[in-house]
């Protein structure tokens, strides 16, 4: 393969959707609706409730047909969804290995590399039920990432999670980026640290209101409108310091962060449960 053809290879989108519409028992819930992801890009999407966010990612993946549009995916495109949350019944004991096996038989030392990867190789044999917040979507985001995936696609990825868990978390997502050369879809309805931790947004309320650069959408009128008083004297998130946080948000090298005292009214960053 000579270097223009992987050049063009690399610029060809992963997932492109054209002219989307969907409804149901005659209510539209998606119109008209275009957008691609692209390798290594990161993209935000972004609506109040009732946007129509979750019928399009549904869409996107294959498990709901549009009324009208198409969707097209790069050949053998291989995808990692991360759902919201998942229920594990207390009277099942099952550990994480036990989950990371549920779809597929892989290895335990490939489990335990990947959760080494997003820091949390010791709760290979951990119970499901015993795991924070924080810990269990990072073991969705582990069975996600043993599929090798060239589109990765997290719903609600922070829920339940607090602030400096967010930000944690989100600093998981920008190395997969990088280290597996793969495109990310994050739906959310956060604002200001979704936004600052995002190549692109798409912000959609049954149609696409706004697209672009997180700091051109947070100052687009359509974005205003609809998330104005939310955001109203909000700057985008960022978050600078000397220290770093384990994958609960805690401290574990000196220094001091003003923001982290800020945001959680504690200066160890812990979890909620």
Same mark, same amino acid.
């Given at each position: 393969?000579?270097?223009?053809?992987?050049?063009?290879?690399?610029?060809?989108?992963?997932?492109?959707?054209?002219? #989307?519409?969907?409804?149901?028992?005659?209510?539209?819930?998606?119109?008209?609706?275009?957008?691609?992801?692209?390798?290594?890009?990161?993209?935000?999407?972004?609506?109040?409730?009732? *946007?129509?966010?979750?019928?399009?990612?549904?869409?996107?993946?294959?498990?709901?047909?549009?009324?009208?549009?198409?969707?097209? @995916?790069?050949?053998?495109?291989?995808?990692?969804?991360?759902?919201?949350?998942?229920?594990?019944?207390?009277?099942?004991?099952?550990?994480?290995?036990?989950?990371?096996?549920?779809?597929?038989?892989?290895?335990?030392?490939?489990?335990?590399?990947?959760?080494?990867?997003?820091?949390?190789?010791?709760?290979?044999?951990?119970?499901?039920?015993?795991?924070?917040?924080?810990?269990?979507?990072?073991?969705?985001? *582990?069975? !996600?990432?043993?599929?090798?995936?060239?589109?990765?696609?997290?719903?609600?990825?922070?829920?339940?999670?607090?602030? #400096?868990?967010?930000?944690?978390?989100?600093?998981?997502?920008?190395?997969?980026?990088?280290?597996?050369?793969?495109? #990310?879809?994050?739906?959310?309805?956060?604002?200001?640290?979704?936004?600052?931790?995002?190549?692109?947004?798409?912000?959609?309320?049954?149609?696409?209101?706004?697209?672009?650069?997180?700091?051109?959408?947070?100052?687009?009128?359509?974005?205003?409108?609809?998330?104005?008083? *939310?955001?109203?004297?909000? *700057?985008?998130?960022?978050?600078?310091?000397?220290?770093?946080?384990?994958?609960?948000?805690?401290?574990? !090298?000196?220094?001091?962060?003003?923001?982290?005292?800020?945001?959680?009214?504690?200066?160890?960053?812990?979890?909620? @449960?």
């Amino acid at each position: 393969m000579n270097q223009d053809t992987h050049d063009t290879s690399l610029q060809t989108p992963l997932l492109t959707a054209s002219d #989307i519409s969907f409804g149901r028992r005659g209510k539209t819930i998606l119109s008209d609706i275009s957008l691609h992801i692209d390798r290594r890009e990161i993209i935000t999407l972004i609506g109040p409730n009732g *946007a129509g966010k979750t019928s399009l990612v549904r869409i996107l993946l294959g498990l709901v047909s549009p009324d009208t549009g198409k969707v097209e @995916r790069a050949p053998g495109l291989r995808i990692g969804y991360v759902p919201q949350r998942v229920q594990i019944p207390e009277v099942m004991p099952i550990r994480v290995v036990d989950f990371l096996n549920l779809s597929e038989n892989y290895d335990n030392n490939l489990c335990s590399e990947v959760l080494d990867e997003i820091a949390c190789d010791h709760l290979l044999y951990s119970p499901m039920q015993s795991l924070s917040g924080g810990e269990m979507q990072r073991v969705l985001l *582990a069975r !996600a990432l043993l599929k090798r995936p060239q589109l990765l696609v997290l719903d609600e990825p922070v829920s339940g999670i607090d602030v #400096i868990g967010q930000q944690v978390f989100y600093e998981t997502i920008r190395k997969i980026r990088d280290s597996r050369d793969c495109g #990310i879809l994050m739906v959310s309805h956060d604002l200001h640290l979704v936004m600052a931790s995002t190549d692109r947004v798409i912000c959609i309320n049954t149609h696409v209101c706004c697209t672009g650069h997180p700091d051109d959408v947070s100052a687009h009128p359509e974005y205003l409108k609809l998330f104005g008083d *939310a955001v109203e004297g909000l *700057a985008l998130y960022s978050h600078h310091h000397d220290h770093d946080h384990d994958i609960h948000g805690n401290i574990v !090298a000196p220094g001091h962060c003003d923001s982290c005292e800020h945001n959680t009214g504690r200066t160890d960053g812990g979890e909620n @449960r």
